[in-house]
């Protein structure tokens, strides 16, 4: 589902989801549906006509005319700010979308899908657990979700509970901190939290990496490593180093 042209979207819903990152609804008339791990541009307009492009994974999916955004604000950053800390309901601004055609998760396969995020990426992964889990097929999901600390979780709840109700195998991997009572050791994703965490090759799963570049690049390199065939590994990168 792709459609061409600058369209104006209104937000409907900003709510806190960790202390640097927000979830954002935009309302977007005529909206054709999307699918799980597609993205929207979102272009902003000054008074003075100077605009600015960013691209956003869409954490939401299927039908409707309402799109969820999780915005990860980088502190120095010129568009993240303004849509972390000050765009409010009843702001509009411009989309283009559904965008992109493969980085996608659609029902109906029959191999086994390993997701890896690395902070925000956690956006277009959100929608490929929460269309898993709504046609079914969670049990054939496992996620590996690398944050700073807890508190730095996007949909920290809601993945708990579809861990618990839904079957998606979830690990959690904290780089910085972990929280009290925490058994595992806090660092980097390398080898070793790969092969503890995720399908093995010979299960022959679709992955798919999502993240700020580095994150990325390095765990790619690693699943290739471990014995992933490249064509089965597809990546999405954030930007950043
Ligand atoms: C397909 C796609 C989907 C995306 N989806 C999301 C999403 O769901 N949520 C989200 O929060 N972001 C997402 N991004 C990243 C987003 O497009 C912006 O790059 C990000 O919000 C920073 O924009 P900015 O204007 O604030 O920073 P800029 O002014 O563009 O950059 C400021 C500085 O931060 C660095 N930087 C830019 N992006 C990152 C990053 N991701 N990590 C670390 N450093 C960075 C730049 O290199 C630069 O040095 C996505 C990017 C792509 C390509």
């Known amino acids: 589902m792709t459609v061409g042209g600058w369209q104006p979207a209104r937000v409907v819903d900003a709510v806190d989801a960790t202390p640097s990152a927000r979830l954002l609804k935009l309302q977007v008339p005529g909206w054709p549906g999307n699918d799980a791990g ?17 691209s956003y994974s869409i954490g939401s999916y299927g039908p409707g005319d309402t799109i969820e955004l999780a915005v990860d604000e980088i502190p120095e950053g010129e568009v993240s700010p303004y ?18 055609g493969y980085f996608v998760w659609r029902p109906g396969g029959v191999e086994p899908v390993q997701l890896i995020a690395g902070g925000s990426g956690i956006v277009p992964l959100m929608a490929m657990v929460r269309a898993a889990r709504d046609a079914g097929a969670a049990a054939s999901f496992r996620l590996l979700y690398s944050v700073r600390t807890a508190e730095d979780a996007i949909y920290r709840d809601e ?26 050791r806090v660092g980097r994703v390398d080898g070793d939290v790969l092969r ?17 570049t580095g994150f990325v690049e390095h765990v790619a ?3 290739v490593q471990l014995g992933h065939p ?3 590994i597809r990546t999405e990168r954030f930007g950043g180093a």
Do not use: F, M, N
Request: hydrophobic share 35%.
């Open 38 to 54: 597609q993205h929207v541009d979102i272009r902003l307009t000054a008074e003075d006509g100077y605009q600015a492009v960013r």
């Open 221 to 223: 390199d690693a699943l």
């Open 230 to 232: 490249s064509a089965r």
């Open 196 to 212: 503890g965490a995720t399908w093995d090759p010979d299960r022959q799963p679709i992955v798919y990496v999502c993240g700020p």
């Open 159 to 184: 993945l708990a509970r579809v861990a618990t109700d839904g079957g998606v195998g979830l690990t959690w991997r904290y780089t910085r901190a972990a929280p009290t009572g925490w058994q595992g």
């Open 83 to 100: 849509l972390v800390r000050d765009v409010l309901p009843g702001d509009e601004l411009e989309v283009k979308g559904p965008l992109g």
